[in-house]
């Protein structure tokens, strides 16, 4: 059993890319949910407040799961294709945000998100 896949990628290197899409957007998300609260005041009293709230120790987490699965990541594949593949993150991360926290998605930003999938999906199939 080959454990290569048709896009000549290793198979354990999509798995990484994988986990790493989903720390990376779980760790946006969560740094999101800690700063975008209107009532955590400004100035040092918000960074207090933040660093009291679960959130911001989710997103620390996801981001140093995220440093390890990109360095084992990187280990597999090419820098430039790796770079290239990790930008899926952005639209993960666009399309999490419109349901989480409700923001908009203009015909610009959904343009910018397909041209990241297509570049993505050419640099897959190589």
């Known amino acids: 059993m ?3 896949l048709s896009t000549g990628m290793p198979a354990i290197a999509i798995v990484l890319w994988i986990a790493n899409v989903l720390v990376d957007s779980g760790g946006q998300l969560a740094f999101k949910a800690a700063a975008g ?3 955590a005041g400004a100035g040092v009293a918000r960074w207090k407040w ?3 709230r679960r959130w911001i120790w989710v997103g620390i987490a996801c ?3 995220e440093f390890v699965l ?3 990541f990187l280990s597999l594949v090419p820098l430039s294709e790796g770079v290239l593949l990790g930008s899926i993150n952005i639209v993960a991360i666009m399309i999490a945000g419109r349901y989480w926290f409700a923001e908009k998605l203009t015909r610009l930003r ?3 998100m397909v041209l990241i999938s297509i570049g993505v ?3 897959g199939l190589q």
């Open 110 to 112: 959904v343009a910018g």
């Open 121 to 123: 999906a050419v640099v």
């Open 70 to 72: 990109w360095l084992s």
């Open 2 to 4: 080959s454990t290569e």
């Open 50 to 52: 933040m660093l009291a």
């Open 63 to 65: 981001y140093v799961a």
């Open 37 to 39: 609260d209107p009532d």
